[in-house]
Nanobody, 115 residues
Framework: QVQLVESGGGLVQAGGSLRLSCAASGSIFRAFRMGWYRQAPGKQRELVASITSGGMTNYADSVRGRFSISRDNAKTTVYLQMNSLKPEDTAAYYC?????????WGQGTQVTVSS
């Protein structure tokens, strides 16, 4: 059993910043890849950013240069620093862990950016 606990969402004005955290616990081996996805109303879930256990990162074009993903391997925790937020970043953000061939998801945290 794997549990993902997210925190850090909220309401912020355009241009502001938020930091999301996701702590993984349970039967995690080494969490090969951890990341964040988001889903806005009426849209498909999309990858925001991911990071492997070796530190390789991947970003959606829409957030590159504004968002930064990092992880603490000892704590199996992944962070998403979001700067220069835009109204179009408004969505539910979901933590994702890929470990030993299986995908695990958090419950989601809402990020709302007002104009």
């Amino acid at each position: 059993q794997v549990q993902l606990v997210e925190s850090g969402g909220g309401l912020v004005q355009a241009g502001g910043s938020l930091r999301l955290s996701c702590a993984a616990s349970g039967s995690i081996f080494r969490a090969f890849r951890m990341g964040w996805y988001r889903q806005a109303p009426g849209k498909q879930r999309e990858l925001v950013a991911s990071i492997t256990s070796g530190g390789m990162t991947n970003y959606a074009d829409s957030v590159r240069g504004r968002f930064s993903i990092s992880r603490d391997n000892a704590k199996t925790t992944v962070y998403l620093q979001m700067n220069s937020l835009k109204p179009e970043d408004t969505a539910a953000y979901y933590c994702n862990v890929f470990d030993r061939g299986a995908n695990y998801w958090g419950q989601g945290t809402q990020v709302t950016v007002s104009s």
